[in-house]
Structures are given as structure tokens and as C-alpha cells.
């Protein structure tokens, strides 16, 4: 049975305040070098990170990009409503998923980089004009809050390559060495800045997996 992503993204992540807003459970198995397990999910062995040519940097700018691929492919095309549309009252709408695991990168990226988040640098959180913090990425949110995220496409995927950029402007520089520094020490163990980043790529990956799968379904309906 094909089930709908339920409201909301759940977290029993360390509890914190805005500030220390948690991130996903899954980090809590992360292992304390990142280079090793960004290796595991390569195949290449730690140290071999030039692979007919790719470094570590190419590698999380290919990552990064299939993300983008993923998001362009959920969004494009569709009408305001669509992405607004939700399979049952508490399932998640394409456009709450996007713009979650938007607000995830941006959010993760610019604290590991030291700097601040495109959804306030820019101006995104006013021209967004949801009724919520700006600080809110979506996790513990509920449906009604769901239901205030409403958004043109162009809108939605302006802001979402906006982070791209920043995003790949910061990992372009990153070096296999640069993946162990631990960036998040309430964990146990910490949580590496590799770990971090694989984390943020399977998070969004996932979201847009599943922002993909209702709009299949919507065009299935549509016939």
C-alpha cells in the first residue's frame, strides 16, 4: 500500500531551542570520521578520494545536483494549487516538502559554513510571508501549518537555487581533510561535518522522493 507522507517532518532528535533546532535521528549513528563514512557510501577506500578524477569536492557537487534535478523534476509544470494539493487532509503538500528540505540545506549548510541563511540574507522569509518564525524549517510542524505554506513555483524554485548556490560555493572549497571537523557535539559521538552534509543530501533526497510520488499521484487523478 502506497501511503502519503504524513504531516509535518517528525524528529526525536536532542531538544533545543531555536538556536539548536534539531537535526535527523539518523545522525546520531554517525561515526566521528566523515571521511570514512563518505567512503563506505562511495566504495572508495579513506585516503583514495581521486577517483578518475573526482575529489571530494566533485563528489558532493554531484550530490548537491542530483538534488536540484530532483526538486526542478517535482515542481516544474505545475499550477500554484497542485503543489498546494494534499492526498488526504494530513498528508504533506509538494510544496510544504520542497520548501522543507529547502529550508534544511540552507539551514545546515549555513551553519557548518559559518554564515547566514539565504531565507533572511536574501529577503526570502518576506517575500514567502508565512505565518510562522523565520527560523521554522519544518520540523514538528503541524497540519495547519502544512496547509500555510502556499507558493507560486517560481517562487518556491528561485528560492531553492539561491541555496543551491550557496551551497556549492561552500562545498567547491572543502578538501577530505575539512570532513572530520566535528560540527555538532551533541551527539554521542559528535557529528562530523561529512556526516553532516551525506545527512543533508539523504534528507532532501528523501523529501523529494516523496514530493515526487504525490505528484504522480495527482496525475494519475488528472488522467
Do not use: C
Not at 76 to 90: H, I, N
Not at 146 to 158: F, G, H, K, Q, S
Request: hydrophobic fraction near 45%; proline fraction near 4%; glycine fraction near 8%.
Amino acid at each position: 500500500m502506497l501511503v502519503a507522507p504524513l504531516s509535518g517532518a517528525r524528529s526525536s532528535s536532542p531538544a533545543g531551542d531555536a538556536a539548536t533546532r534539531p537535526f535527523p535521528l539518523r545522525e546520531e549513528a554517525a561515526t566521528r570520521s566523515g571521511v570514512r563514512r563518505i567512503a563506505l557510501i562511495t566504495g572508495m577506500a579513506a585516503g583514495g578520494w581521486q577517483a578518475d578524477g573526482m575529489d571530494i569536492a566533485d563528489l558532493l557537487v554531484d550530490a548537491f545536483g542530483r538534488v536540484r534535478e530532483a526538486v526542478h523534476g517535482a515542481v516544474a509544470g505545475l499550477t500554484e494549487e497542485q503543489l498546494a494539493a494534499r492526498l488526504d487532509p494530513e498528508a504533506n503538500s509538494i510544496a510544504w516538502l520542497v520548501w522543507h528540505l529547502t529550508r534544511v540545506q540552507d539551514d545546515h549548510v549555513a551553519a557548518v559554513a559559518g554564515i547566514e541563511q539565504v531565507y533572511t540574507a536574501k529577503g526570502w522569509a518576506k517575500r514567502f510571508d508565512f505565518p510562522f518564525d523565520d527560523a521554522a524549517i519544518g520540523y514538528g510542524q503541524s497540519s495547519a501549518d502544512v496547509a500555510a505554506v502556499r507558493a507560486d513555483p517560481a517562487l518556491l524554485l528561485d528560492y531553492y537555487e539561491d541555496v543551491h548556490r550557496q551551497t556549492l560555493e561552500y562545498v567547491r572549497g572543502l578538501t577530505a581533510a575539512d570532513l572530520d571537523r566535528v560540527v555538532d557535539e551533541r551527539w554521542d559521538p559528535p557529528v562530523t561535518l561529512g556526516v553532516r552534509l551525506v545527512s543533508v543530501v539523504d534528507d532532501d533526497l528523501e523529501h523529494a522522493g516523496q514530493a515526487a510520488f504525490v505528484r504522480g499521484v495527482l496525475e494519475r487523478r488528472r488522467g
